[in-house]
């Protein structure tokens, strides 16, 4: 996953890129709660990016933002 942050992306982009391979990668489990924090600490970069790429990727139908309740990983068929 951590390849992906030594290219020339803002990390936004970046993060959505490594969400997505997790999501659609299979190794997150369709419906699985994806913690913004575990995220931050995992990549060492703060939270705007975390939160701008789980909104990018909640228009494209990969993630579910719930409302006071967090995110969750919506792969497709």
Sequence with gaps: MEEVLKSHFTLTDKTIAIIERAILGGSMKNGER????????????????????????EGDGIVELLPRRGTSSNRLP
Excluded: D, M
Aim: hydrophobic share 50%; net charge positive; charged share 40%.
């Design 34 to 57: 994806i913690i913004e924090t575990e995220i931050v600490k995992r990549l060492v970069i703060s939270k705007a990016p975390v939160r701008e790429a789980l909104k990018k990727l």
